[in-house]
């Protein structure tokens, strides 16, 4: 199992920005994407941005498109999430995600992120 730790959430104004941070542990498997999701309470969670680990494809949901930008270091096994416009509805527990073919989900523990004024 990947050992997953989200780092970066916090309490932001509307219209505000931040940074979320993922670093996954190393593992011989090959890591075939990793993802920020985020679940607000009384809500399913929602994918909010993935990337392809091989490639740097990247693909967000439609409520953050133009708003959030998803990047990674290779080198450092982590992923980032540029949050800019913050929106109230932007609230909610942002979980990290790394899918491994054939081995399946590992997940971070989440990190509140608070829009409010």
């Known amino acids: 199992q990947v050992q997953v730790v989200e780092s970066g959430g916090g309490l932001v104004q509307p219209g505000g920005s931040l940074r979320l941070s993922c670093t996954a542990s190393?593992?011989?498997?090959?890591?075939?994407?990793m993802a920020w999701y985020r679940q607000a309470p009384g809500n399913e969670r929602e994918q909010v941005a993935t990337?392809?680990?091989?490639?740097?494809?990247?693909i967000y949901g439609d409520s953050v498109k133009g708003r959030f930008t998803i990047s990674r270091d290779t080198a450092k096994n982590t992923i980032y999430l540029q949050m800019n416009s913050l929106k109230p509805e932007d609230t909610a527990v942002y979980y990290c995600?790394?899918?491994?073919?054939?081995?399946?989900?590992?997940w971070g523990q989440g990190t509140q992120v608070t829009v409010s004024s």
């Open positions: 990337i392809i680990w091989r490639g740097g494809d990247t």
């Open positions: 190393r593992t011989p498997f090959i890591v075939y994407s």
């Open positions: 995600n790394v899918f491994i073919r054939g081995r399946g989900n590992s």
